[in-house]
Nanobody, 126 residues
């Protein structure tokens, strides 16, 4: 069983930065494709970014390109999301997710992922 725990959320002003962390335990972190998603109240869970097992490949939602950077440290079993130039529309509960099997899948779909954290709240005031 894989456990994921997010941290680093908070209340910030527009233009500020935050760094989210996702700590994994209970499995072999380096084997997982990892993703960040977010969900605002009353809305669906949306894809933000993903990173391949050895950090060789990353992919971002259009809303995240140029402002967010996903990274991972397999030695620390941790993934990160550096968020810069935050906007009020970035306000959401941010989740990390792990996909174990790999292969040709639609990794922007939440249903593709096998394990989820409980989320960390990011609130950006204008």
């Amino acid at each position: 069983q894989v456990e994921l725990v997010e941290s680093g959320g908070g209340l910030v002003q527009a233009g500020d930065s935050l760094r989210l962390s996702c700590s994994a335990s209970g499995g072999t972190f380096s084997n997982y494709i990892m993703g960040w998603f977010r969900q605002a109240p009353g809305k669906e869970r949306d894809f933000v970014a993903l990173i391949a097992r050895s950090s060789t490949s990353t992919y971002y939602a259009d809303s995240a390109k140029g402002r967010f950077t996903i990274s991972r440290d397999n030695a620390k079993n941790t993934m990160y999301l550096q968020m810069n130039s935050l906007k009020p529309e970035d306000t959401a509960l941010y989740f990390c997710a792990a996909e174990v099997g790999g292969g040709y899948k639609d990794y922007v779909r939440p249903a593709t992922y096998d394990y989820w954290g409980q989320g960390t709240q990011v609130t950006v005031s204008s």
